[in-house]
């Protein structure tokens, strides 16, 4: 039984094959009620496909031929003309005319609109340059970079590794709502100021400006007992354009009671025990600070020669008194 069941399923693919769908139709409705539970399900299967509804073929699944024009032209000799096929008619384009190269004027005005963009971009900032001069001839310089947008800019990423080219031993601490932090090691006077140049120049060149470069100079006239210091600051922002929302300062740290302070075209404010001297954009802008500090070697060689001057005096006064000169017990 189960050999015959087989030879009907092979049946029914036959019928399939010729288009007698009915006989097959039938043969597998007596094959649902088969025994055998693996020809069973086949059948099932087929059945579902014979009996589903013929849906009409779209004609862009077939291909038709074109016919072919045969001429016999003598005897057994025959010529086949070309078939030449229909050529399709493209709609004419529109007249645009000769295309032209951007004039010398459209490529200006792009230059300007980009430098403008960068300019924007990068001068939503706020930069404090800090100066701290912790002996004589010595200078430490550092940049704290805020970003008024609470965001990393690229103008700021840029500058970090173009500091990290310029001074490799530079500290620099980043965070993600865009704050720099710009630590550089205790240099000389001399090397403060180149350093202190090319970061301004860096800095203008990151962000597509251009700006004369600053100049630091620290005078001292060293004493016995101290250091007379004048720090001489210049930052000429005259070719420097008005930049919304930028904002440029430098805070003086570790000042002495003891200065006297300049400057132009805006005055220093007083930030605890530190300076804070605000730039004025598109102006020369002058710092003098004169300041003494004082030798903690020297004071302390004066005291000893104090102190040794009246022990001898507190001495002498014992002699004349009669006393004599201290002696041991016996």
Avoid: Y
Avoid at 83 to 94: D, G, N, Q, V
Avoid at 177 to 198: C, F, M, T, V, Y
Wanted: proline content about 7%.
């Amino acid at each position: 039984e189960l050999q015959g069941a087989q030879v009907r399923m092979l049946m029914v693919t036959a019928w399939m094959g010729i288009g007698e769908e009915q006989k097959a139709i039938s043969t597998c409705r007596l094959l649902t009620h088969s025994r055998d539970n693996e020809l069973r399900q086949r059948a099932k299967q087929l059945l579902s496909v014979l009996e589903a509804p013929s849906l009409p073929r779209p004609s862009n699944w077939s291909i038709s031929l074109p016919r072919l024009d045969v001429t016999t032209i003598s005897g057994d000799s025959i010529s086949t003309s070309r078939i030449k096929a229909p050529k399709k008619k493209t709609p004419p384009l529109p007249a645009t005319g000769t295309p032209k190269d951007f004039s010398i004027g459209f490529s200006i005005l792009l230059f300007i609109v980009l430098t403008a963009l960068t300019i924007l971009l990068s001068g939503c900032v706020r930069i404090t340059t800090e100066v701290s001069i912790p002996g004589p001839d010595r200078i430490k310089l550092g940049w704290e970079i805020e970003s008024s947008t609470k965001q990393l800019l690229p103008w700021q990423g840029e500058f970090e590794n173009a500091m990290k080219d310029i001074i490799p031993e530079v500290d620099i601490l980043t965070s993600p709502e865009g704050r720099q932090k710009i630590k550089a090691p205790i240099l000389n006077s001399k090397d403060a100021n180149s350093l202190l140049q090319r970061t301004v120049s860096t800095a203008a060149n990151t962000a597509g400006i251009n700006i004369k470069k600053p100049q630091l100079n620290l005078h001292e006239e060293n004493w016995f007992l101290g250091v007379q210091q004048d720090l001489t600051l210049e930052v000429d922002l005259s070719n420097l354009p008005k930049i919304p929302g930028l904002t440029l300062s430098i805070l003086i740290n570790q000042v002495p009671q003891n200065k006297t302070t300049e400057s132009i075209p805006l005055s220093i404010h007083k930030n605890g025990s530190a300076l804070l001297w605000q730039l004025q954009q598109g102006e020369l802008n002058q710092l003098n600070l004169h300041e003494w500090r004082w030798n903690q070697l020297g004071v302390g060689t004066i005291l000893i020669i104090i102190l040794l001057i009246i022990s001898l005096i507190l001495q002498r006064i014992r002699l004349n008194l009669g006393f004599g000169f201290p002696e041991l017990p016996p």
